[in-house]
């Protein structure tokens, strides 16, 4: 299988005064591998996963976004007029290419179909002709059948985010955005949502980009390690390295997670 990879040079994104809110955030996602994105809240994580997509909002003054998924698609941030335009053009990769794993799975969905006829619609438009339940068992959910007829206020919170990925993956999506995907989360389920993640990524050769704050799950479970503090990307390493991280923010980060895990990290 060819390899696949999306590259995010330079990304530099300004509110409605001009002040900057990202700085030359630059990152790599290659398939069959997790990235993490972690830092303090309001440091640029969930921005740069809208930005992904094509959704922040906001001004663009510098960026460029290329994907190599079987043909190479490149996205010119700032060769676009406003933020519309780049909403518009990136409508091709939104889905089909990028699938997207929000904080508050419930709130993503219809709730008015149940998850069945959603995920068939979803397959149908992708040319998938795989039942709904295929698609609920390879993102992890047991009693795949049972969920299918299932509407979205009847799920439980891991329920509804393993229905999101599963809705990702029957649009085709070989990119995934997960955006702090376990919060409000009980343990247990976080621990099963993020293995559904990993096990996307090793048996199907899924790249992802997890963001989180709890730099905890980073060790074990990816591949790469990227801390953001204050809209820039101050720490770039495998994420095995926790020891080796230099930049203040970044240090400053794992010092406070292993205080408060009781000084395991």
């Known amino acids: 299988m060819a390899e696949r990879a999306l590259t995010l040079e330079g990304l530099q994104l300004a509110d409605a005064a001009g002040s900057p809110l990202l700085r030359g955030v630059s990152l790599q996602m290659t398939s069959g591998q997790l990235t993490a994105l972690v830092g303090a809240s309001g440091s640029g994580k969930s921005l740069t996963v809208r930005a992904l997509l094509g959704l922040s909002g906001l001004t663009v003054t510098a960026g460029r976004l290329t994907v190599q998924d079987g043909?190479?698609?490149?996205?010119?941030?700032?060769?676009?007029?406003?933020?519309?335009?780049?909403?518009?053009?990136?409508?091709?990769?939104?889905?089909?290419?990028?699938?997207?794993?929000?904080?508050?799975?419930?709130?993503?969905?219809?709730p008015l179909r149940e998850v069945g006829a959603q995920l068939s619609a979803v397959a149908r438009r992708a040319g998938q002709d795989q039942p709904p339940a295929h698609w609920l068992a390879r993102a992890g959910q047991r009693d795949a059948d049972r969920v299918s007829r299932l509407y979205p206020h009847e799920l439980s919170g891991g329920m509804a985010q393993r229905v999101n990925v599963a809705l990702a993956l029957a649009r085709g999506a070989r990119f995934l955005l997960a955006d702090e995907p376990t919060t409000g989360l009980d343990p247990t389920v976080q621990e099963a949502v993020l293995a559904t993640l990993r096990a996307l990524v090793d048996e199907e050769g899924v790249a992802v980009l997890l963001v989180t704050h709890d730099l905890r799950v980073v060790p074990r479970l990816a591949d790469t390690l990227l801390v953001m503090h204050a809209g820039e990307i101050v720490a770039d390493c495998p994420a095995r390295d926790l020891q080796d991280l230099r930049h203040p923010a970044a240090v400053a980060l794992r010092d406070a997670t292993a205080r408060v895990s009781g000084g395991w990290l």
């Open 71 to 110: 043909a190479r698609l490149t996205r010119p941030y700032d060769a676009l007029p406003d933020a519309a335009a780049v909403e518009r053009s990136f409508a091709t990769l939104r889905g089909a290419v990028l699938g997207w794993i929000p904080q508050d799975g419930r709130a993503a969905l219809d």
